[in-house]
């Protein structure tokens, strides 16, 4: 994919339905086709038979309020070996859990409110 013409995918693991409407509008001006899912193994799915240039991982995908499940750790880390060419940005309200994601395969962090800066930039699009 010639990323700096086509219309890149975005692909967004988030179950937080108030951070997806937030995502969407920081996104609704770029040049992106953002695929929203709620859960690792929707992820799992798209990702085996799309062409995705960039995969979202949220921070927030977990039935616990305090801490990144065990499942999306095991998730990123499972993409990462699976698909290398793929970018993963861990994706958090305020970078508490980005390390653990980083340290599971995710390349990239960024906090949400600069998450479309940081696909631009990943992208080599201006922002």
Known sequence: MNTETAVARVLVLESRSF???YIKLLMENLPLDVVFVTTA????????????AILVVSDCVTPQ???????????AKNIQERFPELAIVANSSNCNYTKDLKTAGCGHCSIRSHLGKK????LNRPV
């Not at 193994?41 to 995705?52: G, L, V, Y």
């Open 19 to 21: 951070w997806v409407e």
């Open 41 to 52: 193994q929707e992820a799992m799915q798209i990702i085996s038979i799309q062409d995705i």
């Open 65 to 75: 309020e305090n801490h990144v499940s065990g499942e999306i750790l095991s998730f």
């Open 119 to 122: 696909i631009c930039e990943i």
